[in-house]
């Protein structure tokens, strides 16, 4: 391990999917259907299931919405969690309906007794509560104390641990210590500190997140930058990429961040060369067209959790090399490929057969059950 | 400055464009249009140039391509970066055509007396070389020696600081220095830790790249998460975001990494709520048209160094609050929107007219000069 060991925070259960306590770190995203709207939504749940989504969220904004939620979650297998703003109602409506986690933003609900009565009913009935801290939702004078002092970035991080403290404290009061806490905000360093200071302050799993990060290719970077560096630093059991996107985007996102620090990798990795002016071959539409053929091998293998590295090369000479850490991969040029497999060629073959001829191969490493973790996992 | 200062390493001039010595960092690509076509060369070179790109590398590989180099640099701006593998005296013509900088591929270029004639014909020239190992084309036992007793991404990243103190060595017995060293592989943990070796053994300034990183977006995450590591820990003078799309792509992705990280924020950054089931309009739509809307006035202040912070919010209530930050936004709501700067409201007006007002004040904002830098850059 490069980065250190990951320190183990408190469990919590979120229905069935553990968070902090040495469990894997799971990847959660929003439905942006009406939520009044069961089959809408529920259809859109059952997309993120499939896209490997482990929990979801749900905006509650009124009463009709939360008491959709127990027809939704009758037929959904992922947790739910609710997300609650402004009205605590909503959230004990919420919690009668049988949600496994609420989400509260402290800054949209600051009246100490309305949050000590949705501890005592989450408490009774073993629901988990979010502390969801963002940063945009901070009364400004939070913030105002401690900018003259240390800057625009520590002050947001620290007002935004006050926040948690405050409302980590009233839930506590009630003996609830079932708490996920999370500090969003759109500036990266900001967000990176206000993490580290909460860790260092409690010992509750940690749920991590950009906020508002902003149209692909931009937001995705943002997301990716800010999550890397705190999963990176130890720092994350559960994420969410906030994307203005189909919310599929998000948890492919999610998966794609933890894929890169080896943290979570299953299911298919795809190499693929940039190419440059010596590729002869539309490389980018051949690693396309691999990737829709694969997508079901990939949710297989996800399932079960393996996976497997296919490289896709755009030079003849260099490609089986380069790709030498794939399980299976092909060296593109101009009207034939070489279908490799660890850096060792197997077959070469005409243009037309290389896709077919590599998905052949991919298939047999699979069936034949060699896809462990490839060597070079950290 | 959340992440600690960005220690300063040695200057290396790449044509125009200075690389380490505390200059920012600068955002390279590479074309993908055969070298031999100067026209359509040059023609992704300008495209390159529009998207903020700083200097621009073209692969070589054979002498036809080499005799290019002159008729294309004559027509571009940018410093210009020849890439050379196997064949030295590709390099020796690049040199004569007038290239900036050379790139030497340690794996594949390996006859120590090739690399001096390189050496001595730069070092007259006034040309800048970059070693640039990849872990995919090292020899495999550089990194088998490692292996049993490290683990395999700390033996792929001490290969690599091998692979470059030897050709370092060479390149400094001709008297050599104007060198920038590169160490990429897929891997982000070994890729990481092979920076950390290297700016530990030499003061020479760090190209960053994560190599072959698959199709978007998962390439483009794990380029974030790879890079956004690496800057953070204050290593990283230059950058290649590597991807097979249009090398426009791998520019914007680059600089949205510097843009998440403060380093390098100019120009449009847009803020956008990923949306939920409270919202009630087509946001993603409307940021997109926005985006659009404002490339002009991106450039326009990408040009003159200056930057703008503008929110597209999809929620009435939620929203001035939580971009308090921007300069400019809006909360489009179901029939209206509000246009608000820094969280107070300027104007509601109907759904019909939100993107003209929207832009309207925006112009206003830059026209009077108040687009600082944003509160929130650390």
Redesign the interface.
């Known amino acids: 391990?490069?980065?250190g060991a990951r320190p183990v925070r408190r469990l919590v259960r979120v229905g069935s999917v553990p968070v902090g306590g040495g469990a894997p770190v799971s990847v959660q995203s929003?439905?942006?259907?009406?939520?009044r709207d069961v089959a809408a939504?529920v259809a859109q749940i059952h997309q993120l299931t499939e896209a490997g989504c482990d929990i979801v969220r749900?905006?509650?904004?009124d009463l009709a919405?939360a008491r959709a939620l127990g027809a939704i979650k009758a037929e959904i297998t992922l947790p739910l969690v609710a997300?609650i703003?402004?009205n605590h109602r909503l959230a004990l409506e919420a919690i009668r309906q049988g949600v496994d986690k609420i989400r509260l933003n402290p800054g949209?609900l600051r009246k100490p007794e309305y949050v000590s009565e949705v501890a005592r009913r989450a408490g009774e009935a073993g629901v988990a509560i979010r502390v969801g801290v963002?940063a945009?939702?901070l009364p400004?004078e939070s913030r105002a104390r401690y900018e003259a002092e240390h800057?625009?970035?520590?002050a947001?991080?620290r007002a935004m641990l006050d926040a948690a403290k405050e409302q980590i404290a009233l839930l506590e009061a009630e003996g609830f210590h079932d708490i996920v806490v999370s500090a969003k905000?759109?500036?990266?360093?900001?967000t990176?500190?206000a993490y580290q200071l909460i860790a260092a302050a409690c010992d509750y799993p940690l749920h991590i997140g950009i906020?508002?990060?902003?149209?692909?290719?931009?937001?995705?970077?943002?997301s990716?930058?800010?999550?890397?560096?705190l999963l990176?630093g130890g720092l994350g059991d559960t994420l969410r990429v906030?994307?203005?996107?189909d919310p599929v985007?998000?948890v492919?996102?999610g998966r794609?961040?933890l894929?890169?620090?080896?943290l979570r990798r299953r299911g298919l990795?795809?190499?693929?060369?940039?190419?440059?002016?010596?590729?002869e071959v539309d490389?980018?539409g051949l690693?396309?067209r691999a990737?829709q053929r694969l997508a079901d091998l990939d949710r297989r293998l996800h399932e079960q959790g393996r996976e497997i590295t296919v490289?896709?090369?755009?030079c003849v000479?260099?490609g089986p090399?380069?790709?030498?850490?794939a399980h299976v991969g092909v060296a593109a040029g101009k009207g034939r490929g070489v279908i490799f497999s660890h850096g060792h060629p197997l077959r070469t073959v005409e243009e037309g057969q290389v896709l077919d001829t590599l998905v052949e191969e991919i298939e047999k490493v699979v069936r034949e059950g060699s896809a462990p973790a490839p060597?070079?996992?950290?």
Do not use: W
């Open positions: 391990m490069i980065f929003m439905t942006k259907t009406d939520t939504t749900l905006a509650v904004p919405a997300d703003h402004f949209n963002n945009g939702s400004p800057g625009p970035a520590e947001t991080a905000a759109f500036d990266v360093p900001a990176v500190r906020t508002e990060a902003g149209l692909p290719p931009a937001g995705t970077v943002r990716a930058v800010g999550l890397g560096l990176a906030s994307l203005p996107t985007e998000e492919r996102v794609a961040i894929g890169a620090l080896n990795t795809l190499v693929v060369c940039p190419t440059c002016g010596r590729c490389l980018r690693a396309e990737e490289a896709i090369m755009g000479v260099n090399g380069e790709a030498r850490e060597p070079t996992t950290s």
